[in-house]
């Protein structure tokens, strides 16, 4: 099988759970096990539609070019954008986030920030703000929270992203996700200067070393080792329960206007008020 044809086949990734109610979530295991999420243990991600893999930005838009992509030129690809985005984000970053980025994964934070596509997939130490994220939007899908203990498949942040690294460091970490022969694994990212989105969202970032792999068909692969099925896992939450799930958070304070720090999160949270309020209003 190519890479190309490897990275196109989706993951048979099964729900683990239909979450019947907003009771019924919170006596989830792992939306329960506390120690687990104060500890950063356990990593969350909600998707508007269930149906959806966890596909990167990027290699969905790989997806799209209609001749064979090998590692080498989906690498190609991903070099010129981030040499373009970085050419001109002088006109737009301040000073200090511009020295902020050492590496070119630093780059990929800030380009996934303004809808860049990138090798990274948004994920969140909060079962609350996952939660959310599967409910605020496509209100006639079904949502999803993924849940994955990051004991599971022994995830780390990578060596040589830490603002203490030397150059040397920062150059294995370059070279670590610029190989065409890098192998399907994960590593998150929790590190260097955080905007207020990120932090308002708890976020944290998931990025492949191999460019073109999905998330999904990695955590698939894990999940058949023993001991991880439990560690890996995909609530699922049904259309109709979406807005009962928004309400209950809203009054937890999550949502658009704290998620989205700023006017473009005051502008979401109007379109919230009404559907709630229309909500409220019909019982």
Known sequence: MTRRSMASQPAAFPDDAKIRSWNEYLK??????TNLIL???????GQGDADWGLVPSLVRALRQVPERMTND?????????????AAQAHLYLSMAILNSVPTIVHWWMHMQHYSAPTRLLDWTYSPFVAAYFACCDHPNKDGAVWALDIN?????????????ATPEE???LNKMFTSAEAPPRLHFINMGLRNERMIAQQGVFMLSENVQNTHEQILFSLRKEP???????KLRIPAEQKREFLRQL???????????????????????MIVLTTMWKME
Do not use: W, Y
């Open 152 to 164: 599971a498949g022994h995830f780390e942040m990578p060596k040589g992203f830490e603002d203490s």
């Open 250 to 272: 809203h009054v937890m304070n999550i949502n658009a206007r704290s998620l989205f720090p700023g006017l473009d999160g005051l502008g979401k949270s109007i379109g919230e």
């Open 73 to 85: 030129k989906a690498l190609n690809i991903e070099e010129t954008a981030q040499e373009e985005f």
């Open 28 to 33: 989830d295991p792992q939306v329960l096990d």
């Open 227 to 233: 001991d991880n099925a439990a560690r890996i896992r």
């Open 39 to 45: 500890n950063g243990s356990m990593l969350f991600r």
């Open 170 to 172: 920062r150059n294995r």
